[in-house]
């Protein structure tokens, strides 16, 4: 006969059980889910970030020149000052040596002369302020005495110099490596990002970079702008016989540039010496605002914080070093942000 007995209920605490594992089971899946890829980032926005971080890669370039500048400057500065000193005091030696040879002429004739034999155991200082002491010293010696006194005192000086401008020089120096592995990061992690292309996406880019490059081309030998002087049109004549040459971050040529190195160097084939940096470029002739004022050869620099400069090649293009991974080329003015022109 069978049974007809209501099933066993669970226990509470067996339902308690089973609620607890359901819901760690849901956390579990939500977690695997959250941890799963995200979806491989688009062309487009590969080369949106890799822009951008090239950017703030050449950014951190501009600082490097600047310090790097600085720091070949400073060093010039202090082995002149060091050159200084040494000369100063071989001087000061014959200086003291000629007093030295009076006093040894004054004990053959007699005996050295109180106040000399002071000097020559004690600071000039020391007695030079007091009249009775310059009474008792002939001419002759009161002028070899002021002479060691000025040269001791511009010792003192050169050496005081040389000692803030090395301090000034380790301070740069470590300003130097910190902005190289910024650079060098930016770099790296740019690159990590190209890397993730497919051959066909890296193709596509490279295609449309040629594209634009030959626009760019083909509107500059349809421009009739001439050159804003002589020495503007000698520059670009110059930076167009680097077309194609490397980008390379802190570069000056002759076979890479970065930006401002390129500009640097061609005005310098023209006779011209501008300064090293784009920053600093921005301030080295007269502003022009208008674009359509602008005349072949004038500097065209770019960015709020002007971390780009190249050279102005007409029909609204510029000729310029872009960035790590391409060459030196023409580009619209538009792709850029511009600021002003500078007429050098």
Not at 120 to 141: F, I, V
Not at 172 to 194: D, M, P, S
Not at 209 to 224: C, F
Not at 299 to 320: M, P, R, S, T
Request: aromatic share 6%; hydrophobic share 35%; with cysteine.
């Amino acid at each position: 006969m069978a049974s007809h007995r209501r099933p066993k209920q669970p226990s509470r605490a067996r339902v308690t059980v089973l609620t607890t594992a359901a819901a760690a089971a849901v956390a579990i899946s939500a977690q695997a889910a959250n941890a799963a890829p995200s979806a491989k980032p688009s062309k487009d926005e590969v080369k949106s970030k890799v822009d951008e971080l090239y950017g703030q890669a050449e950014q951190a370039t501009e600082k490097y020149n600047g310090a790097k500048e600085k720091q070949e400057k400073l060093q010039k500065e202090i082995s002149t000052i060091q050159d200084n000193v040494a000369r100063g005091q071989q001087e000061l030696n014959k200086l003291r040596d000629g007093l030295g040879s009076m006093a040894a002429g004054q004990y053959r004739t007699g005996g050295i002369d109180p106040s000399l034999q002071l000097f020559l155991s004690s600071d000039p200082d020391d007695y030079l302020d007091k009249a009775s002491t310059l009474d008792q010293l002939s001419g002759q010696q009161v002028e070899a005495l002021k002479k060691i006194q000025d040269k001791q005192r511009e010792l003192t000086q050169d050496r005081s110099e040389a000692s803030a401008k090395l301090k000034d020089l380790a301070a740069t120096r470590t300003e130097l490596g910190k902005k190289k592995k910024e650079v060098q990061g930016k770099l790296a992690e740019a690159q990590r990002l190209l890397n993730s292309l497919t051959a066909a996406e890296k193709a596509a880019l490279a295609e449309e970079q040629a594209r634009a490059s030959r626009a760019s081309s083909e509107r500059v030998q349809m421009s009739n702008s001439a050159p804003a002087s002589g020495r503007a049109g000698a520059a670009f004549t110059a930076a167009q016989s680097k077309i194609g040459s490397p980008y390379v971050y802190g570069a000056t040529g002759p076979s890479s540039y970065d930006c401002s190195g390129l500009t640097s160097w061609a005005y310098a084939q023209a006779g011209v010496s501008i300064p090293r940096t784009s920053e600093a470029q921005a301030n080295a002739g007269t502003r022009i605002y208008s674009q359509s004022q602008l005349q072949v050869g004038d500097l065209v620099i770019f960015y709020g914080d002007l971390h780009h400069v190249g050279l102005y090649a007409g029909n609204g293009q510029v000729l310029h070093a872009p960035r790590t991974g391409t060459v030196v080329r023409y580009e619209a003015i538009s792709n850029m942000p511009f600021q002003f022109g500078v007429r050098i």
